[in-house]
């Protein structure tokens, strides 16, 4: 069946994006509601996710403030279209159980198909080599030979823009189509301008604390530093990278004592050295401070509930051991 036949049979469709909607995520379902209405002027579309990202409700704010996005939906609906996410997970427990038949499930995305996707949607529109979920939804409003408004063009824009990281991440396609999408009357500057957020000041002042208060570890060529917050440590690591640290690891305590450690790293570290935050450093001090970590290769923490500084200590001390386990393959376990 085609997306026109799906569109013109569903009255009351359920439009989701994932939780913490990032702008990608809300840009293409405000699209999609539209492209939805000039298929089906009747129809009354409904659009939800557990949660607005920061940013995104910036970009709202500036292009479209009257469309109301909920947090959940009791009204019941005939077709449910997933947006810029093909996994239950990412919606949310309470969103995630608005889920319906997979006959009755659309998903749209450029994410890896998740292996699962069968026992969500029967329908899937998913093209991991677009830049953005806004970019397929453009493509579909060109299949169907839909017009896109300036307002329509300014979303899909802004949602390309953030995913592509303002063009970093790009191709022929994707520049091809942002042209068009200026063309169709997007404010290039406007989209632009859209995304740019300072943190709040409490943010800034842990930052800033964080790096006044850092020790830094110089193993081989590699800059480790770690330190110490109240709170924000993951922003306070992407602080630290962008200073100039390879690796940065920062260690919380909340007013109710539970210890948090946030960790990051280059890329061009961890292809270098081979060094895992999740596996080498934060499944092991999880131990130490009485809770569990785990996470990415640049990306990882752990919470637990004592030890805050002997771990902060053991964390480079870890990455030491990483590093010279990588360096002499025949003696580590690899
Ligand atoms: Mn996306």
Redesign the pocket.
Known sequence: MNLKDILAKSSAPLIIGHQNA?P??VC?MLAFRFLYLMTNPEGEPTLVCSDVSRLSKKVLSIFESTIEIGDFSEESHDLIVLL?TNSRLQLGSRVGTLLREPTETLVI???EENSDIGSIAEHTIINTQAS???EIVFNLFQDMDLEIDALTANLLLT?MI??TRRFFYSNKDSLEIALKLVELGADYQACVNSLIIRPDRSERIARLKAAGRLNMHTIGDWIVVTTKVKAFEASACRGLIDLGADVAIVGGVTANGEVRISSRSTRDFSTRTGVNLGTDVMEPLGELIGGEGGGHVNAAGANGTRNRDEALERSAELIRIALEKNRNPTEGDR
């Open positions: 990032d990608d995520a293409s810029d995305d450029h994410h953005s979920t806004c949602g953030f995913d």
